[in-house]
């Protein structure tokens, strides 16, 4: 077989996975949804900030993963090295930007720029992440299955 004649093939499958581009009919978003996914992203937050495992679970799903400073972690280990920190001094203040938010169905992806700071005072430094989530629509509200913060690169 040639290559001129497995063109028919290659054609016919990049037209077909087109095709899944569209959305599905009876999945636009909800009007709510864009403010629920936002209030799910600032929970998590406030989660972490106040060390609160309960309200971190009720953000997240029971498959959550995030990726942190390099790291992979599980289900609440981020809550848990948040709470550690947080006994060792350390200081983490986050503030969430402009949320730039799609959904589709039963899927959010989100993504915003992090301006906040970290340290142990009086040595407190401004920080920047670039951070998304995935959330899933679970039994009517919005969680976060997957979380991802960077540090930007300084300027």
Known sequence: MTIFSKFPILVA????????????????????????VKRTIEAFFDA??????????????????????????PGTELAD?????????????????????????????????????AGIPPDVIPVRWLESAVLVRDNGNWKIDFFHSHRAVAN
Request: aromatic residues 8%; glycine residues 10%.
């Open 81 to 117: 090295e948040v709470h550690d920190a947080h006994a060792r001094g350390v200081e983490i203040n986050w503030s969430i930007g402009k949320l730039d938010t799609k959904i589709q169905c039963d899927v959010a992806w989100s993504s915003w720029e992090n301006d906040g700071s």
């Open 48 to 73: 972490l900030r106040e060390d609160d495992e309960a309200a971190f679970r009720l953000a997240t799903t029971a498959s959550f993963v995030s990726f942190d400073g390099g790291k992979r972690f």
């Open 13 to 36: 499958v990049i037209a077909l996975a087109g095709c899944g581009q569209e959305e599905p009919s009876g999945c636009s978003p909800l009007p709510q949804d864009r403010d629920e």
